[in-house]
């Protein structure tokens, strides 16, 4: 069974820091990582989707990193904002059926 | 409409009683996906059609929880008999036809049993 972590679970940082957000997952054989935004009592935004043939993807201020041989993927949102505040999840879609694995997400303040 | 769209977007009810909530996938999409999240969590997996089969089921959706796609277009989601522990945020997915299709989420309908 894919078990997802997200460290750390909480995090708050100055306006303007750039921001490190680390998933890892147990079960290297995926097909794609996605990271999602989601605001409080809302549903979620997709941020980016990682192939599991790639590396790396970028949108605008946001990278994420993928190392399947090691389990890992982060996110890295450069030059915080306050309307960066929200909870970050990544979700892993393995490669025999349909469904993702969710972590728990890590929940940023962005203090001005 | 470019999204996925759920409705309702928040219910409340008593114990006991039955609820049921509608996803409307985007129109191309095959595959339709519930999950459930509670406070504090990320979205457990519920249930996926491909068109209107219902392919898989996590043993999370108990005897109480039913889902159909009629004619492979929207999807309702019903809990009967409902219990304080169902309260939780349920999200319905769509996507294209292969594994690594990204998946879309809706806003969400947030449930509290009371």
């Known amino acids: 069974k894919q078990e997802v972590t997200q460290i750390p679970a909480a995090l708050s940082v100055p306006e303007g820091e750039n921001l490190v957000l680390n998933c890892s997952f147990t079960?290297?054989?995926?097909?794609?990582l996605q990271w999602f935004r989601q605001d409080p009592g809302k549903g979620l935004t997709s941020l980016l989707l990682?192939?599991?043939?790639?590396r790396e993807q970028t949108s605008g201020r946001l990278n994420a990193s993928l190392d399947k041989s090691s389990g890992r993927s982060t996110l890295y949102i450069a030059a915080s904002q306050p309307g960066d505040s929200a909870t970050y999840l990544c979700?892993?879609?393995?490669?025999?059926?349909?469904?993702?694995?969710f972590g728990a997400g890590t929940t940023v303040t962005v203090r001005a | 409409d470019t999204g996925v769209s759920q409705d309702p977007r928040h219910k409340i009810t008593k114990r006991g009683q039955n609820v049921t909530f509608r996803c409307d996938p985007i129109?191309?999409?095959?595959?339709l996906y519930w999950y459930r999240q509670t406070l504090g969590q990320g979205p457990e997996f519920l249930t996926y059609?491909?068109?209107?089969?219902?392919?898989?089921k996590s043993r999370l959706l108990s005897d109480r929880f039913s889902a159909e796609r009629p004619k492979g277009s929207f999807s309702t989601l019903e809990i009967q008999r409902t219990e304080q522990g169902d309260s939780a945020m349920y999200l319905c997915?769509?996507?294209?036809?292969?594994?690594?299709?990204?998946?879309?989420f809706g806003p969400g309908t947030r449930l509290t049993v009371l």
């Open positions: 997915a769509s996507s294209l036809d292969r594994v690594e299709d990204e998946q879309f």
């Open positions: 990682i192939q599991s043939s790639q």
């Open positions: 979700a892993v879609g393995p490669s025999n059926d349909y469904k993702l694995s």
């Open positions: 059609f491909q068109n209107e089969a219902q392919l898989e």
């Open positions: 129109s191309e999409h095959n595959r």
């Open positions: 079960d290297s054989a995926i097909y794609n």
